[in-house]
């Protein structure tokens, strides 16, 4: 629909073998259910009901109160499908391994907002590359030229989720050279190159910018620390709007502080809420924004469509969207 975002899907469309498919019947919308979400159930052919014995699929609208939600599924060992309302489960990882049952299928948010995330990776990359961070907190007039241009220069994107397509179709324009950063080998489309996890470290000493745009899982926590800081050099930039928990965030404060690289601009932190008095509020290289490239506004239509499809297929034996690995945590 014009004027609004749409959903990224690489890979996130599942199809499941007959004995691997929820058993379709009433839905519930939990742990307090939302007009538009109950409507999107409904618009799609799916009964909204209370939880009970005839309960089948559940909405968590919560991303927060995850004991509630493995509680709820202990007390319903009937309830075969589970959405999940944000792209990222990590804050879901240790009760999805202890409610691993046969034929409970997860699905989240992959991909549903990866163009408003996107969308500010790319505001967040321009305002490090014309020093926003220092004009922002200016008191007096500084005639001294400072900034650069993102046309022509060299991204790497850790990740190549529905945000790694988004962000490389945003890039097209300033002809930049983006190379993405994943597990599988598959060339990503619209990336200059692909490389794997492994080859992380021979990748960054040539980036202008750095994206990280990866799953957290146990294998990716910290997964950029004091030593790919040092890679990266003093002409570099990050960018981290996937989880805080990614990015060493003491290593961080010492790269910035000893200019070992240029900057670095957050949407997310490690703490998250960033506590007053961090010295990264300080840093005047450093730009931070609450945890708010998408906000409700943003997120609301793209989950009640998510929402959509999976009751679609829940009913209709067909394919889900965003089904996720409980092993792999994402």
């Not at 899907?9 to 499941?16: D, I, K, W």
């Not at 004995?19 to 307090?32: D, N």
């Not at 009964?47 to 007390?75: F, K, Q």
């Not at 299928?105 to 163009?115: E, N, P, V």
């Amino acid at each position: 629909m014009t004027g609004q975002h749409r959903a990224v899907l690489s890979g996130e469309v599942t199809a499941l073998p007959p004995g691997e498919r929820p058993t379709p019947g009433p839905i519930a919308v939990l742990p307090k259910a939302s007009e538009v979400f109950v409507n999107a159930v409904r618009d799609a052919g799916g009964l909204v009901s209370e939880l009970s014995a005839g309960t089948r699929g559940l909405i968590w609208l919560s991303n927060s109160r995850v004991d509630e939600l493995g509680a709820t599924l202990a007390a319903n060992p009937q309830i075969e499908w589970v959405q999940l309302p944000w792209a990222g489960v990590d804050a879901f990882g240790p009760m999805l391994a202890a409610q691993a049952r046969p034929r409970l299928l997860w699905t989240s948010g992959k991909g549903a907002y990866a163009q408003p995330v996107a969308e500010h990776a790319l505001a967040l990359t321009l305002a490090l590359l014309r020093a926003l961070p220092k004009r922002a907190r200016a008191t007096s007039w500084d005639p001294v030229p400072l900034g650069t241009s993102l046309y022509g220069r060299k991204i790497v994107i850790i990740g190549a989720g529905g945000i790694a397509l988004e962000l490389i179709r945003l890039l097209a324009p300033f002809d930049t050279q983006v190379t993405v950063v994943r597990r599988s080998p598959l060339p990503v489309p619209g990336a200059t190159r692909t490389v794997q996890t492994d080859a992380l470290h021979d990748v960054l000493p040539g980036a202008d910018v750095v994206v990280v745009a990866a799953a957290l899982t146990d294998g990716t926590r910290h997964l950029l620390g004091a030593a790919e800081f040092a890679l990266m050099g003093p002409h570099a930039n990050l960018v981290n709007i996937a989880r805080g928990a990614l990015v060493d965030t003491d290593a961080l404060v010492a790269a910035l502080g000893a200019g070992v690289i240029a900057g670095a601009a957050l949407d997310v932190t490690d703490p998250e809420p960033l506590p007053e008095g961090h010295p990264l509020w300080r840093e005047p290289r450093c730009l931070v924004t609450p945890h708010m490239a998408d906000t409700p506004e943003m997120t609301a239509p793209l989950l009640a469509e998510r929402i959509r499809l999976n009751v679609r297929a829940f009913l209709d034996n067909g394919r889900f969207v965003g089904v996720v690995d409980p092993q792999a945590g994402y």
